[in-house]
């Protein structure tokens, strides 16, 4: 039997960084489209300020009127402890609905200084004396707690990367009680060399965490950087309809998201099972490329990323 994969499809990605607000009602739309067509697993809204990121100020109206299927999982981003305070909150004012309920809260750790105070404008040694209190909260409310490396790969800000310091963060980030750790290749500095190599060293250090990657890659290096994450045992992937997404705080070439309707043919390929296929995701695709054309044209939003 083929091998089965877990996928996070990240529409919050693609809201988050348009610089036109898209409403709300298409939003709510957009991903009940994605569940109708199989996702399972979204990452669909973050609870940040709205003065920061007022793209996703919507985030508890669009979690509201979610259709919440058996299996769902759903994902939203957080910056600061008052973030994971709004997501239970959301949780317990909604919580009523059968399954209707935010599975994890997802908090962006930089490797790098320059990138964690950029993206919550906090330094590293907040952001991780935060980051326990958060932990504290999600386990207090039943909230997975996931942890995205970001900068994993390297960063554009000079600064220097090792490896065994991405290892250590993953290991910190285990202690305080993270369910999924994910590698994140914020500016697509990658090479297909450095994801398996990393992914291969952070493993060996958190084995019994589930861990994934978080590529953003261009059209002509996704192929390389998917199959080597595979090689190197990855079975958790984040991607984007369209490719649609990047990281607004990085710098200001963006690079997007791997594109999930190019993923499923190299998971295929690869003799990997997937929860849903391409035929089923092409109105979800025509969908993003309109979003795109009307509402991602102009200066990026500020945004949280990983």
Not at 292 to 303: E, H, I, T, Y
């Amino acid at each position: 039997m083929p091998e089965t994969i877990v996928l996070t499809e990240c529409p919050r990605d693609a809201f988050q960084g348009f610089p036109k607000f898209i409403p709300t009602d298409r939003k709510i739309a957009y991903i009940n489209r994605l569940i109708q067509a199989g996702v399972r697993r979204i990452d669909f809204g973050s609870f940040v300020s709205p003065k920061a990121v007022p793209q996703l100020a919507d985030t508890a109206t669009v979690f509201e009127n979610l259709k919440s299927p058996p299996g769902m999982y759903l994902i939203a981003i957080i910056a600061n402890l008052r973030g994971a305070e709004g997501l239970a909150v959301a949780n317990h004012k909604f919580g009523h609905v059968r399954n209707r309920r935010i599975h994890a809260a997802g908090f962006p750790m930089s490797v790098n200084e320059t990138f964690q105070k950029r993206n919550t404008n906090k330094t590293l040694a907040e952001a991780w004396t935060e980051l326990a209190e958060i932990a504290a909260l999600c386990k207090k409310e039943k909230i997975d707690l996931v942890v995205y490396l970001s900068m994993a790969f390297g960063n554009p800000y000079s600064e220097s990367h090792d490896v065994a310091r991405v290892a250590e963060a993953a290991q910190r980030a285990k202690a305080l009680g993270a369910a999924t750790i994910q590698l994140a290749d914020t500016v697509g500095v990658a090479t297909a060399a450095q994801v398996g190599m990393t992914f291969t060293t952070v493993k060996a250090a958190v084995p019994d965490v589930q861990l994934g990657v978080h590529l953003h890659a261009s059209p002509n290096t996704l192929r390389e950087k998917v199959n080597s994450a595979l090689k190197a045992g990855c079975r958790l992937f984040d991607s984007a309809i369209g490719g649609i997404g990047g990281c607004p705080f990085a710098e200001d070439e963006l690079v997007g998201n791997i594109d999930t309707i190019q993923l499923l043919p190299i998971l295929k390929e690869a003799g990997i099972a997937t929860p849903y296929t391409v035929d089923k995701l092409l109105d979800c695709a025509a969908e993003a490329q309109e979003m795109q054309r009307k509402f991602g044209s102009g200066s990026a939003a500020m945004s949280n990323e990983q």
